[in-house]
């Protein structure tokens, strides 16, 4: 049985194929007929995204879970950066390629300064400096008002809930990488490439924050077998990681991949951050594409009663999550070492050595790895010979048999006499008028259809945006309300640093935690909904694809008794349309893609943090020319009424921004998205629809034309017709085979 590759090569040639009897079907015509040219945009549309058609492999999982080192695995080599613990700040996707190359994706100027605006934010010395404009990191007053900012902070200043400050991390990382990187971001967004030898120094672009600060995307291509061709697997941040930013990025991919990997350390076993990352994706509406692989640390199990008891623990644990876990457990830095025995170090070697002779636990893991091969060649078997027989080879089939059919026709036309050609003409065009008919109410029906379920989102997404029913809005509001600041702790600081940069830490503060809930909470919410929605649309438009099935039949059969029956032509019944699982493709065509996850964490940019600044300068100034008589212990006390009065105007500025901002994103993905999937989806129904009519609906006065006026040399074109024939009906065949191969492939 041939390979996926070998299929996808066949089908791309079958379709070629197809195209090119198009073509010379309309050089006997000697016009370009508008079915024609339906058909070989399909063909075209289908070669284009067979060679583009990716399927995607989530690797996720807790920060030193082994989530590289278990993609390293995969390609047999030590090809990302390991043990980096925190670095991971981007989503790093790795392919098989011809060659080993590391495309790196940066940002541009304008989204680095946009970045620098949310981090800076409530900044004491950048409100100090009075600059009206935007920070722009390439103005050398800008990068020494913001080293300034940085300095003026107290080292516990930078600290937030035992974790650095992320907007203060942010802008160390984009000050520090500044010089290294200036000669190669641009205004707008450049790639940076690391070839061959090269390859390694990627590592030091991604492993370092002030590198990886100024990364959109990393995309590996590596000269091994890996998975096999058009799969990739994305390493993705860890799940704990403190930058709720990280998290979208993750989400982002989530909502792509075909299949989720998430990886747990059998040392530490299943922790409390795996626990809500897992949770989030259940609320996103996923989890069913998740399975669980238990990185097991040789060196930290005595035996393996003791390995197995602890994958019972992690497995009792993920039931209360996911029901029927799929697990398996082994060892990626032990397959890792025995992939690269020959290049590693000494001290590497005598590790290998020493879990080698724990044989029961290494026999138990060498299994339960080649149990996780199988799944996994199995399950990308599967998806892809799905995404091939459903999305492509039933409409190649279509179009196949609709030349094929278009031939048969014309060599019955050719047949006949000048007289005989023109009265099968004149019948078919009376048929024609009810053909075309048939097409209007197909096309009136979608777009009254289109219409109502276009009304039908609009509801929705206006009901689950809408702030004053409990939902998604509402709640971001309560979590803003009820955010409690602990003014205890900012005694020292209040005392040491004063007002501004006691305000921007809490400013920091809070602004974490309400990304995070953001992040945690609101952007599962919003997957899980817009999921929904795209089911409803898509079973929509399929219960109404269905029945036009029959009604495409009848209309053909009448169409074809309009022919003289004694030549035997007859219509074949219609392949039934199967809409439903062609929604990536239509989002691919139609260039759409649901905002991105981080897109909710952009309200900050509608607060007015001169007001805040301001209000609470005024309240401070206010009490201090009050407390100048007055005792130490009263004017500290009057300086936390201030920085309370700031924290109440932050919070009531976030509020007001956070209202905005969700309207804004509620409207984006209402008409950007969500409305525009359903033009895009319905097109692509009308489309497929009239490929059945294309043929049928031919043009005949030309022909008719021709012979009439014995303008046509009828022997060399039925010569022609018959070469056709005989490609058109070899086509057919091939595309029956290449049905009963891809459903062994399936099996």
């Not at 300064?113 to 009075?130: E, F, K, T, V, Y």
């Not at 021709?706 to 070469?723: P, T």
Request: aromatic share 8%; hydrophobic share 40%; with cysteine.
């Amino acid at each position: 049985m041939p390979a996926y590759e070998t299929l996808k090569r066949q089908i791309t040639r079958i379709s070629d194929d197809t195209a090119q009897l198009i073509d010379e079907a309309e050089k006997i015509t000697e016009r370009v007929d508008e079915g024609f040219s339906q058909w070989k945009t399909t063909c075209q549309i289908i070669s284009e995204q067979i060679s583009e058609e990716i399927m995607r492999v989530a690797v996720v999982g807790a920060i030193k879970s082994g989530k590289s080192t278990f993609v390293n695995t995969l390609f047999g080599g030590d090809y990302l950066k390991r043990g980096a613990g925190v670095v991971t700040s981007i989503v790093t996707r790795v392919r098989t390629g011809s060659r080993l190359r590391a495309t790196l994706y940066l940002k541009n100027w304008d989204e680095v300064n946009q970045d620098i605006d949310q981090a800076a934010m409530l900044l004491p010395a950048r409100n100090r400096s009075g600059e009206p404009h935007p920070a722009d990191i390439r103005r050398e007053k800008d990068r020494q008002m913001l080293h300034r900012a940085l300095a003026d902070l107290a080292a516990d200043q930078l600290i937030s809930n035992d974790t650095r400050s992320a907007g203060s991390v942010l802008l160390a990382s984009y000050l520090n990488g500044y010089d290294r990187v200036l000669q190669v971001v641009q205004a707008d967004n450049a790639t940076v490439v690391f070839g061959n030898d090269r390859f390694p120094l990627h590592r030091d672009f991604v492993g370092d924050d002030a590198m990886a600060a100024y990364l959109n995307d990393v995309l590996l291509e590596i000269d091994t077998p890996g998975l096999g061709e058009g799969v990739e697997i994305a390493d993705c941040q860890g799940s704990d990681s403190p930058n709720p930013l990280h998290l979208a990025m993750i989400q982002d991919y989530l909502m792509m991949a075909h299949l989720t990997v998430y990886v747990v350390s059998s040392r530490t076993g299943l922790r409390q951050a795996d626990i809500r990352f897992l949770s989030m994706i259940r609320n996103m509406g996923i989890l069913e594409t998740v399975v669980f692989v238990v990185n097991c640390d040789l060196s930290e199990h005595e035996s393996l009663d003791d390995l197995t008891e602890g994958l019972r623990k992690i497995e009792a644990d993920l039931g209360l999550i996911s029901p029927e876990p799929q697990t398996f457990a082994f060892s990626a830095l032990f397959l890792l070492m025995s992939q690269m025995e020959s290049n590693l170090s000494p001290r590497d070697r005598d590790r290998l050595a020493h879990w080698r002779r724990e044989s029961a636990m290494v026999d138990f893991a060498l299994a339960e790895h080649r149990r996780f091969e199988r799944f996994i060649e199995q399950k990308i078997r599967r998806e892809r010979t799905s995404l091939l027989l459903k999305n492509h080879l039933e409409r190649l089939e279509i179009v196949a048999g609709g030349i094929g059919r278009w031939i048969d026709f014309n060599r019955d036309l050719l047949a006949r006499d000048a007289d005989g050609a023109k009265a099968l003409a004149d019948r078919v065009h009376r048929q024609r008028g009810r053909l075309d008919r048939m097409k209007l109410t197909v096309k009136n029906t979608l777009d009254g259809a289109v219409n109502q379920v276009k009304r039908d989102l609009k509801t929705a997404i206006d009901r689950f945006f809408d702030e004053h029913v409990d939902g998604v809005v509402s709640g971001v509001i309560r979590f803003v309300r009820n955010y409690q600041v602990e003014m205890h702790r900012y005694d020292e600081s209040l005392m040491r640093a004063g007002f501004a940069q006691t305000l921007y830490m809490v400013f920091q503060e809070f602004k974490q935690a309400v990304d995070a809930h953001m992040a945690e909470t609101v952007n599962p919410q919003v997957i899980r909904f817009v999921k929904s929605q795209e089911k409803k649309l898509m079973g929509y438009l399929d219960e109404i694809a269905g029945p036009y099935g029959a009604m495409i039949d009848e209309a053909l059969a009448q169409y074809a008794n309009a022919m003289d029956e004694e030549n035997g032509y007859k219509s074949k019944k219609s392949i039934p349309i199967n809409f439903v699982s062609d929604l990536e493709s239509i989002r691919q065509v139609a260039g759409l893609s649901l905002p991105p996850a981080a897109t909710t964490m952009h309200y900050s940019a509608q607060i007015k943090t001169e007001a805040v600044m301001r209000f609470g300068f005024y309240k401070i100034i206010n009490l201090v020319k009050k407390a100048l008589r007055r005792s130490a212990d009263k004017v500290h006390q009057e300086q936390f009424l201030a920085l309370a009065s700031g924290v109440k105007r932050m919070k009531r500025e976030t509020e007001r921004s956070v209202l905005f901002h969700l309207k804004d994103y509620k409207e984006n993905i209402k008409f950007q998205y969500m409305l525009k999937l359903a033009d895009a989806a319905a097109a692509t129904l009308y489309g497929q629809m009239l490929e059945r009519f294309q043929h049928h609906g031919a043009d005949l006065s030309r022909l008719v034309d021709l012979i009439s006026g014995q303008r046509l040399d009828k022997a060399n074109v039925s010569a022609s017709l018959d070469r056709m024939r005989d490609a058109s009906r070899s086509l057919q065949e091939k595309i029956v085979d290449l049905k009963s191969d891809l459903g062994q492939l399936n099996g």
